[in-house]
């Protein structure tokens, strides 16, 4: 069975940096795309970043690139994203996410960690 | 960026009756070279991950129950549920990923009793 565990959302001060983990089980990881997407309070969700089953290809939403990045360590099963220059605008729930096939259709999620961006 | 609009964004519903959500896009979600729409349902509980419902507009994932049923192609595509259980309440998403991995999101339609 997929499983994916969010983990490192916590209360932050603007400019701070975080990182998410995302650990994956129930799959061969290394073989499917990865993505984080957000959802703000009251607001809809939003892609945030995705990267290749090797790493070797990122995407980045216009809004976080130069201050995120995703990576993976497929021999532990597990992807992050490192948040800096954190901003009051970053405040969501943040979902890891896996993505299968060529359309890179996203197909299974974990349940979200809280990111807070407040002093 | 394709933008992606549901409607209603919340919606009231009694059980055993049917509950119809719409979502446009911007542009064409329509790949003719293998004729497939890049569109994906999902419906979000609290304290619950995502959970896909519908991918290529139209394909039932597994375990789906079969009251939901969804259609459309291009630029207009509908949720339906046919008869609504307490289960079903819940947020419902459209996504598109003719722009993949760049995708975009409806703003969500809630859906209760």
């Known amino acids: 069975e997929v499983h994916l565990v969010d983990s490192g959302g916590a209360l932050v001060q603007p400019g701070r940096s975080l990182r998410l983990s995302c650990a994956a089980s129930g799959f061969r990881f290394g073989g499917y795309a990865m993505n984080w997407v957000r959802q703000a309070p009251g607001k809809g969700l939003e892609w945030v970043s995705s990267?290749?089953?090797?790493?070797?290809?990122?995407y980045y939403a216009v809004s976080v690139k130069g201050r995120f990045t995703i990576s993976r360590d497929n021999s532990k099963n597990t992807m992050y994203l490192q948040m800096s220059s954190l901003r009051a605008e970053d405040t969501a729930k943040y979902y890891c996410?896996?993505?299968?096939?060529?359309?890179?259709?996203?197909?299974?999620w974990g349940q979200g960690t809280l990111v807070t961006v407040s002093s | 960026d394709i933008v992606m609009t549901q409607s209603p964004d919340s919606l009231a519903v009694s059980l055993g009756e049917r509950a119809t959500i719409n979502c446009r896009s911007s542009q064409s979600l329509f790949y003719s070279s293998n004729n497939k729409n890049y569109l994906a349902w999902y419906q979000l509980k609290p304290g619950q991950p995502p959970k896909l419902l519908f991918s290529w507009a139209s394909t039932r994932d597994f375990g789906v129950p079969d009251r939901f049923s969804a259609s459309g192609s291009g630029t207009d595509f509908t949720l339906t549920i046919s008869s609504l259980q307490a289960e079903d309440v819940a947020i419902y998403f459209c996504q598109q990923y003719f722009t993949t991995p760049r995708y975009t999101f409806g703003q969500g339609t809630k859906l209760e009793i």
């Open positions: 996410a896996r993505s299968q096939g060529d359309a890179w259709l996203v197909d299974y």
């Open positions: 990267i290749s089953g090797s790493g070797n290809n990122t």
